[in-house]
């Protein structure tokens, strides 16, 4: 499934980004922010058409539960809005009070996608209460089954295009995104079997579903906000990342140790830092030439600028 969804992400970029050669990893600014707009556009558009119609189904209807869920899709074109955004403040150039540039700004994007989550999340959990106490009645009928189901394949496919697109760029915010889309199709499918269990007279189910919906939003817009919060904060890397810089250091001649190393995300690129540890009988300028070296092999396979601190090996 993910190589499908893989293929089907370098046809759209070979159709709508001029000039692109898909990859799997990308690191250029102009192209990371090519890649992001190619997922709010297409986020854009397809939740319009989905919101628009869930909308009409749910005055319809009667449902409290479908017209949450039409919200949501909603809500998901302003979290694409942001993301277009944030892309595009985070690619203005460093000046004197941001040296290390904007990057940033992507994490700020990603924890406004998160609050606004917690906004429709709370409102319909209200909206889903007051139904459940007035016990009000909901029609349904099967083609309107099939069509949230249908709605349900749709915005998972979304999701894990923008996950795709998300990893490909090193992204947050089009992860984030992707939560969106996710909840959004999860919560299809509860109303879907709403809508058949009010058939038979059971019209809370409409309300409890709703309930359900609201505390899924909620649960995903508290995740994605302590996760943007923690990279803003200044998150350390995992263990693997600093094995691998570790490990890319050591592979220098002359390199006999590693420590203090230090990671500082600024969105599209890192700011890496760290101390090696070469022979005592080294001179200084060879020792120079050999942190130059080592920062220009870390700068080449981890996308950033790096500082390499040279210290003897203490006996």
């Known amino acids: 499934m993910n190589n499908l969804i893989s293929k089907i992400t370098d046809c759209l970029i070979l159709i709508f980004i001029k000039n692109a050669k898909p990859e799997k990893k990308v690191s250029d600014q102009v192209t990371r922010r090519k890649y992001a707009y190619l997922e709010a556009y297409v986020s854009i558009i397809g939740n319009l058409a989905l919101a628009a119609l869930k909308v009409v189904l749910g005055l319809t209807l009667n449902s409290i539960s479908l017209l949450a869920d039409a919200a949501h899709t909603a809500a998901d074109v302003l979290t694409s809005i942001i993301v277009l955004l944030g892309f595009k403040l985070s690619s203005s150039p460093a000046d004197d009070k941001h040296p290390y540039g904007h990057g940033r700004v992507e994490f700020i994007a990603t924890f406004v996608i998160s609050l606004m989550l917690l906004v429709v999340g709370a409102e319909f959990a209200k909206s889903s209460y007051s139904r459940l106490i007035s016990n009000a009645e909901v029609k349904g009928s099967i083609g309107v089954v099939a069509v949230m189901l249908f709605g349900a394949v749709f915005k998972e496919w979304m999701a894990r295009f923008s996950i795709d697109l998300g990893n490909r760029t090193n992204s947050p915010a089009l992860v984030a995104d992707a939560w969106h889309h996710r909840t959004d199709g999860i ?11 009010s058939q038979y007279g059971y019209y809370k189910v409409d309300a409890i579903f709703g309930l359900l919906v609201s ?101």
Do not use: F, W
């Open 215 to 315: 505390a899924l939003i909620i649960y995903t817009g508290i995740t994605i906000a302590l996760g943007s919060v923690s990279q803003l904060m200044g998150e350390a890397p995992g263990e693997n990342e600093l094995n691998e810089i570790e490990n890319i250091a050591l592979s220098v001649s002359g390199v006999s140790g590693v420590h203090k190393i230090s990671v500082h995300n600024y969105g599209y690129h890192n700011e890496i830092s760290l101390h090696i540890q070469v022979d005592n009988g080294m001179s200084l300028v060879e020792a120079h030439d050999l942190s130059e070296r080592v920062e220009r092999i870390i700068e080449e396979n981890k996308n950033c600028k790096a500082i390499v601190h040279v210290e003897p090996i203490v006996e």
């Open 187 to 197: 919560a299809s499918i509860l109303v879907a079997v709403a809508i058949i269990a």
